[in-house]
């Protein structure tokens, strides 16, 4: 099946700082990419869906201005945490399609983020 | 996106059939069933989708009620690594449309 990088796997950031999580479709092209946020013992909550060439759209409640989007290329989103703090502690994971109908979600192996 | 009900965990044998089941009463008639399952601190893995036939791959069963207002997936061996979170997800084939994940069932593979 399709492949979806994600990278990096695991970092530990300071408080105030800003972190980049990249996403990459290894053997595909993906118009769109989808990016989750998952808590402990929780399920995945989607935070914002990544379109290729234009604004990303964002869930509600999660703020758009501290969770960069930029997914400049058709095989390339990046995720970037500004200013993290503790509670941005999470899982966070991307996901892309094939751009056909009928086809299942590609998932990177997700990026573990801990704010101290 | 319709809703799905799942049990919250499950336990199965080693080397028996898991057999997982999932509401979805409220599924339209453009909507797939697709099951992921995510093992502890990974991405989400893709397993089967349906429409309205039975299907079967490599690695599961999905059998879907005449209905649809209801699915089981069979892992026909069960083995410890088959220990995970299991979602059912109903959803349009846009390609365009994002995965909603409900709670899942937590299946427990035991020796």
């Known amino acids: 099946g399709a492949v979806v990088s994600q990278h990096p796997s695991r970092v530990i950031c300071k408080s105030g700082t800003s972190v980049k999580i990249e996403c990459r479709s290894l053997d595909f092209q993906a118009t769109t990419m989808f990016w989750y946020r998952q808590f402990p013992k929780q399920s995945l909550m989607l935070m914002a869906t990544?379109?290729?060439?234009?604004?990303?759209?964002?869930e509600q409640g999660v703020e758009k201005d501290k969770f960069l989007i930029n997914h400049a290329s058709l095989t390339l989103s990046t995720l970037t945490v500004t200013s993290a703090h503790p509670e941005d502690s999470s899982f966070y994971i991307c996901s892309a399609r094939l751009p056909l109908e009928d086809t299942e979600a590609f998932f990177g192996q997700g990026t573990r983020l801990t704010v101290v | 996106d319709a809703k799905t009900t799942q049990p919250p965990s499950m336990d199965c044998a080693e080397g028996r059939a898991a057999n997982l089941p999932c509401n979805h009463s409220?599924?339209?008639?453009?909507?797939?069933v697709y099951w992921y399952r995510q093992i502890h601190s990974q991405g989400p893995q893709y397993i089967i989708h349906g429409l309205k036939n039975n299907e079967t791959n490599e690695m599961a069963s999905l059998i879907i009620t005449e209905d649809r207002k209801s699915s089981t997936l069979i892992l026909p061996h069960a083995t410890l690594r088959d220990t995970a979170v299991y979602y059912c997800?109903?959803?349009?084939?846009?390609?365009?449309?994002?995965?909603?994940f409900g709670g899942g069932t937590r299946l427990m593979v035991k020796p």
């Open positions: 997800i109903v959803r349009v084939g846009d390609a365009g449309n994002m995965l909603t």
């Open positions: 409220t599924i339209s008639g453009n909507e797939y």
């Open positions: 990544s379109n290729e060439g234009s604004k990303a759209t964002y």
